[in-house]
C-alpha cells in the first residue's frame, strides 16, 4: 500500500471548517474510488497557527494516478479549501507502508 502525504497551515479560526470541509466533501468523495483505503487528518499548535498533516492510503500507485492524473505529485486542493488555508503544499509525497499493525 502507499501513504499519500500533504502538508499545510490554517488559523485556528479556519481549522474547523477546514476538518468539516475535509469529512464532508474530500473524504467522502475519496471513499467511493477504486483503491482508496482510508484517510487521517493530524493537526499540532506551530506557533499562532495549525499544521496540517493529511495522509491517504491507497492499494497502489495505479489507483493513484486515476485520481490524481496526470500528476501523481501534484497536490489535490479545491478551492474552497484553499481559502481557509494559510498555505500549503503543492507537491504531495508519496511512501510505502512497509510495516503496519493492521496486517495486509
Known amino acids: 500500500m502507499i501513504a499519500r502525504v500533504w502538508t499545510a497551515r490554517a488559523t485556528s479560526h479556519n481549522l474547523e471548517a477546514y476538518k468539516t470541509h475535509l469529512a464532508r466533501n474530500v473524504f467522502s468523495e475519496l471513499r467511493s474510488l477504486k483503491g482508496f483505503v482510508r484517510g487521517e487528518l493530524f493537526t499540532r499548535v506551530a506557533g499562532d497557527e495549525f499544521e496540517i498533516v493529511v495522509t491517504t492510503v491507497w492499494k497502489d500507485f ?43
Open 62 to 104: 495505479a489507483a493513484i494516478d486515476a485520481f490524481a492524473r496526470p500528476d501523481r505529485e501534484a497536490a489535490v486542493v479545491a478551492p474552497e479549501a484553499r481559502a481557509l488555508l494559510s498555505d500549503y503544499d503543492r507537491r504531495v509525497r508519496h511512501y510505502e507502508i512497509a510495516l503496519t499493525t493492521e496486517g495486509s
